[in-house]
């Protein structure tokens, strides 16, 4: 049986991903089962069983009968059950119909509508404006589907694709992955599961960010090396991200592009010109010779692909929303015609041979730096403000 896809919207052209997990990383699911585990153990002290290590117990049978029923909805039910056959055995107690009917309507209890993390929706939100989410969780099918379904359309509507399975393995996150049409280094994982999580996307390439709360003896397993953070909370696995993918600021300041391109022409310099024009820079036309470098400063902030036009020898952006930006346009005559040819990728701008002579790095170091300065100065600005 296939991993079924319950839902998706269109995905954002060559943008990079982040595939959550559902269970104890967007929603509490472990205290329900551990709530449930505990009555059910107050129950059995009830009936006489005077055992320390009844939880201990059920976890034990629970664990050992996934492999037979995985995530199916009558296990953890049954796992009592059997449970409460082992110990009427054990005490020599005959089997109480009506004990049997607690125990059912107990163990459902773990199954009631999730309550969202306090950090949840903002760090879903915070990140959705810059990557395509995926929500990838592992259960009962029919269970699983009301858990999202009760917590909104609103929650349902930042994720792009919304896929459901009784179990995770490295096929189910292989076929996402190869779906998602984008290479593994630029999608990254967050869950709470060392087992289910993290190391089946680190085996594939991905990034990969734990958040180690509501396990269970089931996912238990030893870390494999590899690109991991370990987070304490939603808030930090968003904040460590946006850092990685250079966006913090961006995030900090809410720059958006008309900012960004206020700072930009303040940086501009003689200095940062392509070497070539550096004679016909002027503050008249500020942008002459600055393209390469204000393009990966663009991709930067935002991502995206960097188109290129042989004739004129001019860089701009696509961002990942698809919209073309093009910063340092104003260096042409209106009447110019700019046309696409192809898309380049930043190694080759920075790093190639070709550019060595054109100072293509020392020059984007220069405008960065000058760039981030002004930021920096903005940021100081709005904290005192505030």
């Known amino acids: 049986m296939g991993i079924e896809q319950i839902s998706e919207i269109k995905m954002n052209k060559r943008r990079k ?52 029923l995985k995530f199916s909805k009558m296990r953890f039910p049954e796992s009592l059950l059997i449970t ?3 110990l009427c055995g054990k005490y020599n107690k005959n089997w109480d119909i009506h004990i049997e009917k607690i125990i059912r309507e107990l163990s459902f209890n773990a199954f009631t509508v999730p309550k969202l993390y306090d950090d949840t929706i903002k760090t879903i939100e915070t990140l959705s404006k810059y ?25 349902k509507s930042y994720f792009s694709k919304i896929y459901i399975h009784e179990m995770k ?31 089946l996307c680190l085996k594939l390439g991905a990034r990969a960010i734990l958040i180690p709360r509501g396990g269970w003896k089931y996912e238990e397993s030893d870390l494999l090396p590899g690109d991991v953070f370990i987070a304490n909370s939603l808030t930090e696995a968003c904040n460590y991200i946006l850092e990685q993918e250079n966006l913090k600021k961006q995030e900090l300041l809410e720059v958006d592009l008309k900012l960004l391109e206020l ?40 991502g995206g692909e960097l188109l290129y036009c042989k004739h004129f020898q001019h860089y701009w952006n696509k961002l990942p929303d698809g919209k073309e930006v093009d910063l340092t346009k104003s ?44 930021l920096n100065k903005k940021l100081k600005e709005r904290n005192s403000y505030e």
């Open 331 to 374: 260096q042409f005559p209106n009447n110019a015609k700019i046309c696409f040819d192809e898309i380049e990728t930043r190694e080759f701008v920075l790093e190639s041979k070709m550019v060595e002579k054109e100072k293509t790095m020392e020059r984007y170091t220069m405008l960065k730096k000058h760039v981030e300065n002004l």
């Open 169 to 199: 393995n490295e096929q189910h996150f292989r076929r996402i992955m190869q779906g998602l049409k984008i290479p593994a280094h630029d999608i990254w994982s967050v869950g709470n599961s060392i087992k289910s999580d993290i190391n």
């Open 131 to 155: 990557f395509d989410l995926v929500l990838f969780t592992a259960g009962d099918k029919e269970i699983q589907k009301k858990k999202i379904d009760s917590l909104g359309k609103k929650f």
């Open 263 to 302: 700072i930009l022409q303040k940086s501009w310099s003689r200095e940062t010109c392509y070497p070539s024009l550096q004679k016909k820079w002027s503050n008249d036309n500020p942008a002459l010779g600055q393209c390469a470098i204000t393009a990966l400063i663009v991709q930067d902030y935002f």
């Open 17 to 68: 991903v982040i595939i959550f997990d559902g269970d104890d990383t967007l929603w509490q699911t472990q205290k329900l089962y551990d709530s449930v585990k505990h009555k059910f153990k107050e129950l059995m002290e009830s009936c006489g069983f005077k055992e320390e290590e009844i939880i201990k117990f059920v976890d034990e049978i629970d664990t050992l009968r996934v492999d037979v």
């Open 84 to 86: 409460y056959a082992f």
